[in-house]
Each structure stands twice: as C-alpha cells, then as structure tokens.
C-alpha cells in the first residue's frame, strides 16, 4: 500500500461532569488526510488545505504524532508525507488538533500493516496535544481514535477504556466564532475544590457511566452536571445559561462545555429531538450578533476510519 486516504472525527472532551476523564467521538464534522509513502525519511506535511497551520513537521500536531508513531517502529528508512484537509476549525472545542493527531498516527499504523493496537496509538497522538496544548493529554484523542464514549482512568500508568454507548444518544454541537484560549479557560480555574463539590461530581460521574451501560435516558440527564468546572468557564460563552435551560425545556438530556470552550454540546435521546435542541440553539443564538455554526450527529463507534480513494 503506497497511500491511504482517512477520516477523522470531532470529539467533545469533558463531558459535563466528566472533566479531563470523559470524551466522545461525532460523526461529523471531521478532517480527512491523505498520507502516503516517500524514499525520503521521516515525516513531511505536503500540504494543508482550510486552516493556517505550520508546514514544518516538528511544528504541526499530525506531524510530531506521526514521528512519535515512527520513532517507536523503530525503521529509519521510512518515510511519509501527509496532506490534511481541515474541516475541524482550530481553538473550536471539539478536537480539531486531536483530529489531524488522530488522523496521523491511524493513518500511517494502516500503511504499516497495522503493528501498533488503538490504545499504543493514542500515546502517540497524545505527543501531538502536548505541542498543541503543552499537556499531552488524551481525552479528546482516545475517543477520536477508539471510538464511542471513553474513559481516562490515569495517565502514570495510562489506562484508557471504552464505555457503552446507548444507539439512540445523538449529539447537537454549537460552535460560536469566538476565541477562548485553552491556556485562559485553564487559568480561570480553582485549584482546590470544596469536599461537598467533589463527592457531588464522583456522583455524577459514576451515574452517569452506569446510565450509559444500562442505556437509562433519565439516569444520564440527571447525571448530565458538572458543579466544579461548568460554573466558572461558562461565563466565557455568551448565553450559556440561557441556552442550556432552552435546549433542556426543549428536551435535551443535558450538556455542557465541549473541551475548554466555546462549543457547547447537548445529548439528546434520537434525531429528532437533537434536531429540535439544534433549531433551539439557533433561535437563542441569532440575535447575538455572533456567527455560529451547529452540528447535528450521532455518536462516532468506530473513532479514525479509512475511506475509499
């Protein structure tokens, strides 16, 4: 195989009360990229098409998740060139950098004959988040990668697992076209958190994870709450409040923050109520003055996938 052509997806990380642990794959949006083979050693970036990104392979996220991914096959004499077509916009919340991350390392494991497993991949792409955000973090390339909800356990040792997703959950995504900087969503938060808060969040977090195993709608929604982050980002999103109780009254289960901001995600119970929570975003987002765009999907189970040339 000289080249191979891939999708991969947007994700939400910190879903709600599952901050820094929890993360879940769209079908869409998604970047694709084209990767082939070259004699010349290395990783090249060849091109990159709907964002201003770096050229330089050792500057550019699907660039150092790739070389991380070569390093360890552990043959100097091979080489790959990659072209990225960006459909995911940088600083959205939903993955863009753990998409052209993800995109790589699956990419280049596919024309290889596959010698690494999914979860030895994401350690690869979490090297490129560490250049994106100078955290290599995994909580958007787990699920990016793996598909479906997936969990962050701990990062020393790195213990990732799937979780069960219910096949009626859908995702509706707004993403406002403003800027909120990784580096400030982190800033704003407190570095101690009051025991009640916690025990509280544990809650959640435990419920919200048997209510996707036993695919209990109620049990999600009323675990859908995050009393720790969610109160101090959310004030960086215009008409978050307004939105959440809109698109709840509406008959969404329940959301929050995607990433660090500013995409907002609801989870509803089938398309047409995810569709009905989209027409909502739009009625309490267009009289901002603020360009937005909204996503409608169900949950991506399969993660990176190779797609017909």
């Known amino acids: 195989m000289e080249q191979i052509k891939v999708f991969a997806p947007a994700t ?51 660039g150092v998740s790739a070389q991380a991914l070569l390093q360890k096959y552990g043959q100097p004499d091979v080489g790959v060139a990659i072209e990225i077509f960006k459909h995911i916009h940088p600083g959205s919340g939903i993955g863009s950098s753990a998409a052209s991350a993800a995109g790589a390392v699956a990419g280049v494991n596919e024309l290889l004959g596959r010698p690494f497993t999914p979860r030895q991949l994401v350690r690869f792409a979490m090297e490129g988040e560490r250049l994106a955000s100078g955290a290599a973090h995994a909580d958007n390339v787990a699920p990016a990668i793996m598909g479906g909800f997936t969990l962050v356990r701990s990062y020393k040792p790195l213990d990732i697992t799937s979780l069960h997703t219910p096949p009626a959950l859908w995702v509706t995504v707004i993403h ?20 009640t808060d916690a025990i509280r ?41 307004e939105l959440k109780l809109k698109c709840k009254e509406t008959g969404a289960l329940g959301g929050g923050i995607s990433g660090s901001g500013p995409s907002v995600f609801m989870l509803s119970q089938g398309e047409a109520t995810a569709r009905q929570v989209a027409a909502t975003m739009d009625s309490v987002y267009a009289p901002l003055g603020v360009d937005y765009k909204i996503y409608v999907s169900p949950i991506n189970t399969t993660g990176v996938r190779v797609l017909a040339d």
């Not at 406002?176 to 025991?195: F, G, N, S, W, Y």
């Open 12 to 62: 939400v990380a910190n879903v709600a009360c599952g901050f820094d642990v929890i993360g879940l794959a769209l079908e869409a949006p998604g970047d694709e990229m084209i990767i082939r083979r070259t004699d010349t050693p290395g990783v090249q970036i060849s091109a990159i098409h709907g964002a201003l990104l770096p050229l330089e392979a050792s500057r550019n996220v699907a």
């Open 176 to 195: 406002p076209q403003i800027e909120v900087k990784t580096a400030d969503a982190r800033e704003i938060l407190k570095q101690k958190v009051l025991m």
């Open 201 to 241: 969040q544990w809650g959640n977090v435990g419920a919200l994870v048997a209510g996707l195993y036993q695919e209990d709608y109620e049990l999600i929604a009323r675990s859908l709450e995050d009393v720790i982050v969610e109160p101090v980002r959310s004030i960086l999103i215009p008409a978050f409040q």
